[in-house]
Protein backbone atom coordinates (compact mmCIF):
# COMPACT_ATOMS: atom_id res chain seq x y z
CA UNK A 1 0.00 0.00 0.00
CA UNK A 2 1.09 3.51 -0.58
CA UNK A 3 1.44 6.00 1.40
CA UNK A 4 1.15 9.56 0.30
CA UNK A 5 2.15 12.96 1.89
CA UNK A 6 0.47 16.29 0.40
CA UNK A 7 2.52 19.44 1.11
CA UNK A 8 3.33 23.06 0.04
CA UNK A 9 0.41 24.30 1.00
CA UNK A 10 -0.26 27.80 2.34
CA UNK A 11 -1.72 31.08 2.75
CA UNK A 12 -1.69 33.11 -0.54
CA UNK A 13 -3.06 36.53 -2.23
CA UNK A 14 -5.61 35.78 -5.08
CA UNK A 15 -3.37 35.94 -8.47
CA UNK A 16 -0.13 34.28 -6.75
CA UNK A 17 0.84 30.82 -7.16
CA UNK A 18 1.85 27.63 -4.93
CA UNK A 19 3.21 24.19 -5.63
CA UNK A 20 1.64 21.28 -4.03
CA UNK A 21 3.99 18.50 -3.79
CA UNK A 22 2.77 14.63 -3.04
CA UNK A 23 5.98 12.31 -2.11
CA UNK A 24 5.26 8.24 -1.88
CA UNK A 25 6.28 5.90 0.46
CA UNK A 26 5.89 2.29 0.71
CA UNK A 27 5.66 1.95 -3.46
CA UNK A 28 6.64 3.40 -6.66
CA UNK A 29 4.18 5.91 -8.56
CA UNK A 30 5.85 4.89 -11.73
CA UNK A 31 3.06 2.92 -13.02
CA UNK A 32 0.08 4.50 -11.39
CA UNK A 33 -2.33 7.26 -12.71
CA UNK A 34 -2.16 9.95 -9.80
CA UNK A 35 -4.50 12.58 -9.22
CA UNK A 36 -5.24 16.09 -6.90
CA UNK A 37 -8.57 16.17 -5.59
CA UNK A 38 -9.87 18.91 -3.30
CA UNK A 39 -12.47 19.60 -0.77
CA UNK A 40 -13.62 22.96 0.54
CA UNK A 41 -15.63 24.09 3.43
CA UNK A 42 -19.09 22.67 3.07
CA UNK A 43 -18.43 20.86 -0.19
CA UNK A 44 -17.88 17.30 -1.59
CA UNK A 45 -14.06 16.49 -2.35
CA UNK A 46 -14.13 17.29 -5.90
CA UNK A 47 -11.27 15.84 -8.81
CA UNK A 48 -8.97 18.45 -9.77
CA UNK A 49 -6.50 17.01 -12.46
CA UNK A 50 -4.72 13.84 -13.26
CA UNK A 51 -1.67 12.41 -14.41
CA UNK A 52 -1.54 8.85 -16.48
CA UNK A 53 1.83 6.82 -16.06
CA UNK A 54 2.98 9.10 -19.38
CA UNK A 55 2.49 12.15 -20.12
CA UNK A 56 -1.48 12.52 -20.66
CA UNK A 57 -3.14 15.09 -18.10
CA UNK A 58 -6.52 15.81 -17.03
CA UNK A 59 -8.30 19.09 -15.83
CA UNK A 60 -11.51 20.18 -14.03
CA UNK A 61 -12.95 23.00 -16.45
CA UNK A 62 -11.94 25.36 -13.22
CA UNK A 63 -8.64 25.03 -13.28
CA UNK A 64 -7.57 24.45 -17.22
CA UNK A 65 -5.28 26.73 -18.03
CA UNK A 66 -3.54 27.87 -14.45
CA UNK A 67 -2.68 24.64 -12.73
CA UNK A 68 -0.56 21.91 -14.28
CA UNK A 69 -0.31 18.32 -12.90
CA UNK A 70 3.48 16.78 -13.12
CA UNK A 71 5.28 14.06 -11.84
CA UNK A 72 9.07 13.04 -11.32
CA UNK A 73 9.52 9.42 -10.97
CA UNK A 74 13.03 9.78 -9.63
CA UNK A 75 11.80 11.34 -6.36
CA UNK A 76 8.67 9.31 -6.56
CA UNK A 77 6.79 12.64 -6.27
CA UNK A 78 3.36 14.26 -7.89
CA UNK A 79 3.43 17.93 -8.10
CA UNK A 80 0.65 20.49 -8.98
CA UNK A 81 1.38 24.01 -9.83
CA UNK A 82 -0.99 26.44 -8.97
CA UNK A 83 -1.00 29.83 -10.68
CA UNK A 84 -3.19 33.10 -11.08
CA UNK A 85 -5.15 31.61 -7.76
CA UNK A 86 -8.58 32.35 -6.72
CA UNK A 87 -10.57 32.54 -3.58
CA UNK A 88 -12.31 30.09 -4.94
CA UNK A 89 -9.77 27.78 -5.09
CA UNK A 90 -9.48 27.89 -1.03
CA UNK A 91 -9.32 24.23 0.41
CA UNK A 92 -7.61 20.64 1.65
CA UNK A 93 -5.87 19.61 -1.52
CA UNK A 94 -5.06 15.87 -1.59
CA UNK A 95 -3.28 12.93 -3.71
CA UNK A 96 -4.56 9.71 -4.47
CA UNK A 97 -4.11 7.07 -7.36
CA UNK A 98 -6.71 7.24 -9.97
CA UNK A 99 -8.03 5.58 -13.04
CA UNK A 100 -7.36 8.02 -15.48
CA UNK A 101 -10.50 7.67 -17.18
CA UNK A 102 -13.06 8.27 -14.69
CA UNK A 103 -10.57 10.33 -12.50
CA UNK A 104 -11.75 7.49 -9.81
CA UNK A 105 -9.45 7.73 -6.38
CA UNK A 106 -8.33 4.14 -6.32
CA UNK A 107 -6.39 4.70 -2.67
CA UNK A 108 -6.43 5.96 0.82
CA UNK A 109 -6.60 9.60 1.63
CA UNK A 110 -3.55 11.49 3.13
CA UNK A 111 -4.38 14.58 5.97
CA UNK A 112 -4.03 16.74 2.52
CA UNK A 113 -2.62 20.24 2.83
CA UNK A 114 -4.36 23.48 3.20
CA UNK A 115 -4.57 26.59 0.37
CA UNK A 116 -6.10 29.52 1.41
CA UNK A 117 -6.36 32.14 -1.28
CA UNK A 118 -7.37 35.82 0.22
CA UNK A 119 -9.01 38.02 -2.09
Known amino acids: QVQLVESGGGLVQAGGSLRLSCAAS????????MGWFRQAPGKEREFVAA???????SYTDSVKGRFTISRDNAKNTVYLQMNSLKPEDTAVYYC?????????????WGQGTQVTVSA
Open 96 to 108: NPVRFDDHAHTGS
Open 51 to 57: INSGTAT
Open 26 to 33: GRTLRWLS
